[in-house]
């Protein structure tokens, strides 16, 4: 593991061994009426609505979040070209989504804590795909597809200048391997690699949580390993698996544990004890957290207080 010193989530760590995330941005953004129920999703208001995105982040960064994660999970070349957008304006669109993530932390009051971080969403191929299979991990697309699609919108997102790179939701071996080979030819970024699990120990193709860590763990400039969009029960033990495997911080971000139902882009069933999970993975050696879809501001903010009066210390 590289020095702690250089990785982006250093100073948070080193200040109080904790960093928290903010939480699923389509969330805050359906809270205030945008629909989202197209391939696009949140990455289609980069276009028609870019400030809604500005004030989504805003309300993370006043629920204490320390890092802002970017509004380019759904987006990318393929699926702007989808959605009929010609690559110039996707380009710029791409570009976009760190920008308004950056200017809205350098817009924000003055605080105690180390300058938030902003970290540019790569999204699953399965983003792209628009069809759940994040939460199956079956793609028919080869090692050499997944790269290449990945590694175009990276180049762009680079230029950006984020703090670092969020390569989340990966549910199979083959696009953590394409991510992974992605970032070694970036001598520049850090990642961090967050995993999408089926159950307490395996991703969704069935690859173990630590086969894919020890992999992370071999590569320069990972930020951090972990876990998210998954149900909250199954993600401490998922980082203990994680633990046992590596020294890397280990970041998780869980849903709520509702259902998602891909063919109509809906929420179901009943949300699970978030919080419990939290506090149960950081017990368990995770240094940074957050939440994924159906968590909101609220949650980020009782978070952030619960971290702040020292109910839970870092691993």
């Known amino acids: 593991m590289e020095s702690l010193s250089r990785n982006p989530f250093g100073p948070f760590l080193e200040a109080s061994g904790l960093a928290v995330l903010d939480g699923g941005l389509a969330t805050a953004l359906e809270a205030r009426g945008h629909s989202l129920a197209d391939e696009l999703w949140s990455a289609r208001l980069l276009q028609d609505d870019p400030e809604a995105i500005a004030f989504a982040h805003r309300s993370y960064l006043e629920a204490g979040a320390d890092c802002l994660t970017t509004s380019s999970y759904q987006a990318s070349y393929g699926g ?59 793609y028919e697309a080869s090692l050499a597809e997944i790269d290449a699609f990945h590694r175009e919108r990276w180049e762009t997102l680079a230029k950006s200048t984020p703090d670092l790179m969020a390569c989340e939701t990966i549910p199979n071996e083959t696009e953590a391997e394409a991510l992974l080979n992605v970032l070694s030819g970036d001598d520049r970024h850090w990642a961090w690699f967050s995993f999408c699990c089926r159950d307490g120990g395996h991703l969704w193709d069935g690859t173990p949580i630590e086969q894919v860590a020890t992999a992370c763990d071999q590569v320069a400039r990972v930020a951090a390993v972990g876990v998210n969009c998954t149900a909250p029960r199954l993600v401490p033990e998922l980082v203990e698996r994680l633990r046992s495997v590596t020294d890397l911080p280990i970041i998780v971000y869980p849903n709520s544990g509702e259902r998602y139902e891909a063919t109509t882009r809906s929420w179901h069933g009943t949300d699970e004890a978030w919080m419990a999970s939290v506090e149960a993975s950081i017990q368990a050696g995770a240094n940074i957290v957050g939440g994924c879809c159906r968590i909101g501001p609220r949650e980020i903010a009782e978070l952030r207080q619960r971290v702040d009066r020292g109910d839970w210390s870092g691993p």
Do not use: K, N, Q
């Open 80 to 138: 702007f070209a989808a959605a009929g957008i010609e690559r110039a304006e996707a380009t710029a669109l791409l570009l976009r989504s760190t920008e308004l993530a950056r200017r809205t932390v350098e817009a924000r009051e003055p605080g105690t804590r180390s300058t938030p971080l902003v970290a540019a969403s790569i999204g699953p191929y399965a983003a792209y795909l628009a069809d759940g299979s994040e939460y199956t991990g079956r």
